[in-house]
């Protein structure tokens, strides 16, 4: 069955550095998202991605974040200056894009863990 | 925005026992999922179900829509099942999943 891969599976940064999250979306999909979790806590929605350009994004995607399809098979968000409170498990996910989208279920990677020092 | 009610929030079983976790929502929706968060933090996908009722070996889910809940069922637990079950919805009309806070599980030998 194919899937979201996410590399790195864990990220060690120091605080106030640029960090790069890479994710291989399932290859016909076309949606593709992000979603973090702070440990202990529920997954929250960041931001989601369709036809080269954002289409929804939350509040705590602020200028800090970034999101970037740089060729045909990665999805990237980048942090730019991180914070102690960006520790957390980024996961991806992407859904097929049908005539009508709706009611496709979301297809989510393994997760990256991003620590910050 | 659409809220989502996980109950009970923790629950603890022997194992063997069956369990029912209930998600209520606050509005109409186009998807309803249930997941299985791992020890690991990975998040493993049970139940596409905006509607309806689906069956995969010892779990089963239900989703009476027009009522705005879902329930997940748990029969013969056995350790493995220990985790954090989470239900995520999504409203129509937009496209991002929200989460519920989850109910974690513990299943004891």
């Known amino acids: 069955e194919p899937e979201v891969t996410q590399t790195p599976s864990h990220q060690v940064t120091q605080m106030g550095q640029e960090v790069i999250l890479r994710c291989v979306p399932i290859s016909n999909h076309l949606y593709f998202y992000w979603y973090r979790q702070i440990l202990g806590q529920k997954v929250e929605f960041l931001v989601s991605?369709?036809?080269?350009?954002?289409?929804?994004k939350s509040e705590i995607f602020d200028d800090q974040f970034s999101v970037e399809r740089p060729d045909g098979s990665n999805f990237t968000l980048k942090i730019r200056s991180t914070k102690l409170e960006d520790s957390a498990m980024y996961f991806c996910?992407?859904?097929?894009?049908?005539?009508?989208?709706?009611?496709?279920?979301?297809?989510f990677g393994d997760g990256t863990r991003l620590s910050i020092l | 925005g659409i809220q989502v009610e996980q109950s009970p929030p923790d629950l603890i079983l022997q194992e063997g026992a069956n369990s029912t976790l209930r998600c209520n929502f606050s509005d109409s929706v186009n998807n309803l999922q249930w997941f299985h968060q791992n020890p690991w933090g990975q998040l493993i996908n049970l139940f596409y179900i905006p509607s309806g009722t689906k069956q995969n070996g010892r779990l089963s889910a239900t989703t009476v829509a027009t009522e705005r809940y879902s329930l997940l069922y748990i029969s013969s637990s056995q350790t493995t099942d220990s985790g954090v079950y989470f239900c995520a919805v999504e409203r129509r009309g937009s496209e991002k999943l929200v989460f519920g806070k989850g109910t974690k599980l513990t299943v004891n030998p």
């Open positions: 991605f369709y036809n080269n350009e954002i289409s929804e």
């Open positions: 996910a992407s859904s097929e894009a049908l005539r009508v989208r709706s009611n496709q279920p979301q297809h």
